[in-house]
Nanobody, 122 residues
Framework: QVQLAESGGGLVQAGGSLRLSCKAS????????LGWFRQAPGKEREFVSA????????TYADSVKGRFTISRDNVQNMVYLQMNSLKPEDTAVYYC???????????????WGQGAQVTVSS
């Protein structure tokens, strides 16, 4: 029911910034909470951030809190991840994901994008 496509990844030096975007193809975008996950080489996929369907609540992993900001545009059907003060440890494939709004706070995401590579050089 939901198709997601990430963009905005690339190569950046440590301390720099990138903004990831995710476009959703869905009729009722507001019914879904959106999340960002990442997977580094040889590591398990980990949660990064999520935003409530209305944009009124957000949550972040401790490793990115204070550096990353999630936001959404319910008119354009977009979710963003602004990444500042990037570190080499942030290097990973970043995925956007969607869950029905009733699943807020649960680790249940049914729809996933293909991923965007983010590489941070030291």
């Amino acid at each position: 029911q939901v198709q997601l496509a990430e963009s905005g990844g690339g190569l950046v030096q440590a301390g720099g910034s990138l903004r990831l975007s995710c476009k959703a193809s869905v009729r009722a975008f507001n019914n879904y909470n959106l999340g960002w996950f990442r997977q580094a080489p040889g590591k398990e996929r980990e949660f990064v951030s999520a935003v409530f369907w209305s944009g009124g609540a957000t949550t972040y992993a401790d490793s990115v809190k204070g550096r990353f900001t999630i936001s959404r545009d319910n008119v354009q059907n977009m979710v963003y991840l602004q990444m500042n003060s990037l570190k080499p440890e942030d290097t990973a494939v970043y995925y956007c994901a969607a869950q029905i709004y009733l699943n807020w706070g649960k680790n249940v995401y049914d729809y996933w994008g293909q991923g965007a590579q983010v590489t941070v050089s030291s």
